[in-house]
């Protein structure tokens, strides 16, 4: 069994990574959040490559791949911090396309794959690309509901990267199919993924250059195993979300635990991971004209959109409990 990603799979990666490097620095970031606007020229050419419906059918105007393929455009995503409302639109696209009725999928798919149409993600109090958006899709423990022309009002939030709205009123929507919200809270844990290596990468790069009494602080003990926690957190979100992907594309039985999983390591570990960094960078790492607490707010916000580590350890407990349970019922 391969539990790497295809060559494709790697050159989607490859280009992802290449393309935000140069059209998300961290000054272009700083300049959006600044602003309170996305970058509107990074949102017309990602959409014209077709990113937004990269989990949508060919049929509906997509490009036919999966949750795989749009995880490691969510973790590039993550890394480079991008101010741009991709992903709560193509995390909308790819649960309609997966859990969508056929009319729901005929009026929103199209528009949401070309780019026309935005989406945005979270939960009643909280919807991540929000502000604006043609439609919303609000999770609610496992189930999922797509609500229309949402009326919303803005979210004042400590991450300035990415519009947050809350829903205005009660008006319900109409429901999606059980793996909605799994497959979108996947998305949300690769965006954590990419933030977690990002935050690792820079502090490592820091820590290895800062030196205190002529040698890099790198060296001190307690920051080398931080450095290593860091590590630890990152490459469990990594393990976790990537067998999630594979679970919404091959293996259905197994989304709702692998989604759990995934969830509760994301939700846990971006707080760690960008947290560690803040402290390891000392005490330039509080300061605004340090880019390290970008990484560290978004993952705050991913974490409350995923719905904390505890909740989804619960879930966790509760599917072992029923396995473990059917021996013994069936064995009389």
């Known amino acids: 069994m391969d539990f790497d990603l295809t060559e494709d799979q790697r050159e989607i990666k490859r280009v992802a990574h290449e393309l935000l490097a140069s059209r998300s620095s961290w000054a272009k970031v700083r300049a959006a ?26 049929e509906r105007g997509g490009q036919g791949l999966g949750i795989v393929e749009l995880s490691v455009l969510a973790e590039e995503l993550g890394y480079a911090c991008a101010s741009t409302p991709l992903l709560a639109s193509a995390a909308a696209a790819a649960a309609i396309q997966a859990c969508g009725s056929a009319e729901q999928q005929a009026r929103w798919l199209p528009g949401l794959a070309s780019g026309e149409l935005t989406a945005g993600i979270g939960t009643r109090e909280l919807i991540a690309d929000g502000t604006g958006s043609d439609l919303a899709i609000t999770l609610d423990g496992d189930d999922a509901q797509l609500i229309a022309g949402p009326d919303t009002k803005p979210f004042d939030a400590i991450d300035p990267t990415r519009r947050y709205a809350s829903l205005d009123g009660e008006a319900g929507g109409d429901p999606l199919a059980q793996g909605a919200a799994e497959r979108i809270r996947i998305v ?63 293996d259905p039985e197994r989304l709702p635990e692998a989604a759990a999983l995934a969830a509760a390591a994301a939700a846990e570990a971006g707080r760690e991971v960008t947290a560690g960094a803040i402290q390891a960078h000392g005490g330039i790492g509080f300061t605004w004209e340090a880019d390290v607490h970008w990484l560290y707010k978004r993952a705050q916000l991913d974490a409350a959109l995923l719905g904390g580590a505890r909740r989804h350890r619960v879930a966790l407990a509760r599917i072992a409990a029923g396995r473990a349970a059917v021996p013994a019922l069936s064995g009389g």
């Open 33 to 58: 959040a600044e602003a309170g606007a996305y970058d509107q020229a990074l949102r017309r050419e990602l959409g014209e490559l077709g990113w937004p419906g990269i989990a949508v059918a060919e």
């Open 188 to 250: 949300l844990a690769a965006e954590v993924l990419g933030i977690c290596q990002r935050a690792l990468e820079m502090t490592v790069e820091y820590v290895k250059d800062r030196k205190q009494f002529g040698v890099p602080v790198g060296s001190f003990q307690a920051v080398s195993h931080r450095c290593a926690e860091m590590l630890r957190y990152t490459e469990s979100v990594r393990s976790s979300v990537y067998f999630a992907a594979w679970a919404a594309d091959a």
